[in-house]
């Protein structure tokens, strides 16, 4: 009785932190629009660079998609301790495309302008390939992204070969990402390496996409 009164209560801070922040807390569903080994939907979007980017450019290159909203503390998270950055970074190097993806509505909470999304890449010293800006929601629908992070991963033959949550733990605390399995890293290692991925879907967690 003691150890379920001390989870509800923890589960009531975790919502009353959410909305204080004026976000709301999305468990998504599993990536039932999507098919796991089947072609990833194709896009065109255009960067805060201004350029356009097309899914269909990276064919013989893995690609990872990234939902993104800086308002987010389940984002903040990853940003902070610098793990997004790093994994940025680690995975470019190897010749990975990573697309940041913001599909926030003009008006909604987490929606940037180019030069704001510019601002953050530069803020956070992050590494994507590129940010995209999605603010008809038209990307985020076709992967049917609820959350933020969400994360795919799609193999060089345009293959989804990942769909889900960042990692196991499902927190806001930085101290929990040292002890979480990071799902992405671990599907592109595996992938790399010529192995099948073992965990291909899991639920993703985060702050709702503002559609």
């Known amino acids: 009785m003691k150890k379920k009164t001390w989870i509800q ?12 922040a004026g976000i709301s807390v999305l468990m998504s569903s599993r990536a039932s629009a999507l098919e796991i080994g089947k072609p990833a939907p194709s896009f065109t979007g255009k960067g805060s660079d201004g350029k356009d980017y097309n899914l269909s450019d990276y064919r013989g290159k893995y690609v990872v998609l990234e939902w993104l909203n800086h308002g987010c503390p389940y984002v903040a998270k990853h940003y902070d301790s610098g793990n997004m950055q790093g994994l940025q970074k680690k995975y470019t190097e190897k010749e990975t495309i ?45 992967y049917d992204a609820k959350t933020t992070p969400h994360m795919f991963v799609i193999d060089p033959k345009g293959d989804l070969i990942y769909a889900g949550a960042i990692d196991s733990k499902r927190s806001t605390d930085q101290k929990d990402i040292p002890k979480s399995v990071n799902y992405v890293s671990q599907a592109l290692d595996e992938a790399m390496a010529g192995k099948p991925v073992a965990t291909a879907s899991t639920q993703a967690y985060g702050c709702s996409v503002k559609y």
């Open 9 to 20: 209560g923890i589960a009531a801070v975790m919502t009353l932190v959410a909305m204080g």
């Open 98 to 142: 990573w697309l940041s993806v913001i599909s926030s509505a003009p008006g909604k909470q987490g929606y940037s302008t180019p030069e704001e999304a510019n601002a953050d890449v530069k803020k956070h010293n992050a590494s994507p390939t590129a940010v995209i800006l999605d603010p008809e929601g038209k990307i985020g629908r076709a």
